[in-house]
Antibody
Framework: EVQLVQSGAEVKKPGESLKISCKGS????????IGWVRQMPGKGLEWMGI????????RYSPSFQGQVTISADKSISTAYLQWSSLKASDTAMYYC???????????????????WGQGTLVTVSS | QSVLAQPPSASGTPGQRVTISCSGS????????VNWYQQLPGTAPKLLIY???QRPSGVPDRFSGSKSGTSASLAISGLQSEDEADYYC???????????FGGGTKLTVL
């Protein structure tokens, strides 16, 4: 069974740093991408970026480029999302997902998450 | 303002058929595949439809997806109370070089 297990809820102050994690099975980290999605309170889903743990190829949404860092340690099947200086507006639920990325000349890009972590709630408040 | 446009709400009675639309452009739906996610209250999203119309193992065939030009639709037939959830369309956008989501549609089963 494919499982992605995320680290627990965090409460931080503005300006603090934070690194949250997403641990999966070895097969997941050898063959798939791992992505991150933000969901602010009462709002929709936003794609933040994605990493291929096999070679650390990382892509960011323009909205999140420079705001967060996505990384992975294939040896322990874990992906990370980190902030160097949190803001109150970073308060949200963050989900990781197992990414499937394919390109077909007829249908274009297929890019979807077939399994999701349970989510990590990050609260930033003074 | 989401790149993919969905109606904020939809509703139906048990047994009915409901459709949810997703409108995009030539840089996303028009040139790439569409996926749909279901998010039950208080839970993580779940993949419902991928590659426009493919259902992952375990998803009932009451759920179906279609795409035409720069628009896509999710249809739910034989509506059940447990279908009450938020539904999101998503896909790759060539201009933004990333995945874009619709704003989500809250489905209410009356």
């Amino acid at each position: 069974e494919v499982q992605l297990v995320q680290s627990g809820a965090e409460v931080k102050k503005p300006g603090e740093s934070l690194k949250i994690s997403c641990k999966g099975s070895g097969d997941t980290f050898n063959r798939y991408w791992i992505g991150w999605v933000r969901q602010m309170p009462g709002k929709g889903l936003e794609w933040m970026g994605i990493i291929y743990p096999g070679d650390s190829d990382t892509r960011y949404s323009p909205s999140f480029q420079g705001q967060v860092t996505i990384s992975a340690d294939k040896s322990i099947s874990t992906a990370y999302l980190q902030w160097s200086s949190l803001k109150a507006s970073d308060t949200a639920m963050y989900y990781c997902g197992r990414g499937n990325k394919y390109y077909d000349v007829l249908t274009g890009y297929q890019d979807y998450f077939d399994y999701w972590g349970q989510g990590t709630l990050v609260t930033v408040s003074s | 303002q989401s790149v993919l446009a969905q109606p904020p709400s939809a509703s139906g009675t048990p047994g009915q058929r409901v459709t949810i639309s997703c409108s995009g452009s030539s840089s996303n739906i028009g040139s790439n595949t569409v996926n749909w996610y279901q998010q039950l209250p208080g839970t993580a999203p779940k993949l419902l439809i991928y590659n426009n119309n493919q259902r992952p193992s375990g998803v009932p065939d009451r759920f179906s997806g279609s795409k035409s030009g720069t628009s896509a639709s999710l249809a739910i037939s034989g509506l059940q109370s447990e279908d009450e959830a938020d539904y999101y369309c998503a896909g790759w956008d060539d201009s933004l070089n990333g995945v874009v989501f619709g704003g989500g549609t809250k489905l209410t089963v009356l």
